[in-house]
């Protein structure tokens, strides 16, 4: 029952906020065998559930999240967030050593991961993160896939904004590269339109697309003599 609440909450926030949500191209495909580590850029409040989203809804995959505030917002975990706070490397420790139980267990499993560690605006771009993280992080869990993976909301001349969500090349190993990779991803969203994409998810229509009002003209004919 709380894991359907939660959900509820999720998609009414995803269409209450964006117009859609996209894949650009088609929905990417992964081995059912092997977890997926999705490296993003945190730049809209959203980002989690977007990426909740493709994984869980898009592609039947099984999602966690680390998430620095989930005291704050315990409800998440019944969507797949875990504690990951600053000031706590004790229960950090225990949510890395639960993600490693979890890909174990569920290898068509998927982890959203967001290396600059904090929300920040779009027009900071991609914040440095160095590679030390993804190199131990490779160490600790079992064989998965990383894929850099890039989150931009922009807007196609409606009233709500559509939420594109770009999978680059993945890759075996951490390769000390991931932020070049991410911002290069990153960059081409954000500077040209997708000539494809596949709509996963249909928010909340403009008035333009909803409300047709000409039975109404001419109770206004009046004000334009």
């Known amino acids: 029952m709380m894991r359907f609440l939660v959900t509820r909450l999720v998609l009414r926030g995803l269409a209450s906020a964006f117009r859609r949500v996209c894949w650009v191209g088609e929905p990417p495909v992964w081995p059912a065998d092997t977890p997926v580590v ?18 869980h809804r898009g592609l039947g995959r099984s999602f966690s999240v680390w998430m620095e505030d989930w005291d704050r917002f315990p409800m998440f975990a019944a969507c797949g967030a875990m504690p990951f706070p600053a000031d706590d490397p004790a229960r950090r420790l225990a949510t890395i050593r639960r993600t490693v139980t979890r890909m174990r267990r569920r290898p068509m499993s998927g982890l959203a991961y967001f290396p600059e560690a904090r929300l920040h605006a779009p027009e900071e771009g991609i914040h440095p993160f160095g590679s030390e993280a993804f190199s131990r992080f490779d160490r600790l869990f079992p064989p998965c896939l990383w894929v850099p993976v890039a989150l931009h909301v922009t807007w196609w001349g409606e009233s709500l904004p ?58 206004f004919e009046r004000y334009l003599r």
């Not at 999705?38 to 994984?55: Q, S, T, V």
């Not at 500077?191 to 109770?219: C, I, Y």
Request: proline share 4%.
């Open 38 to 55: 999705l490296y993003a850029n945190h730049h809209h409040f959203f980002d989690g559930h977007l990426l909740w989203y493709a994984l």
């Open 162 to 219: 559509t939420a594109l969500i770009h999978a680059g090349e993945p890759h075996a190993h951490s390769t000390g590269d991931e932020h070049q990779r991410l911002e290069r991803l990153w960059s081409s969203l954000r500077n040209e339109r997708p000539a494809h994409t596949t709509v996963l998810f249909d928010g909340q229509k403009s008035p333009d697309e909803a409300w047709d009002l000409r039975f109404s003209r001419r109770m």
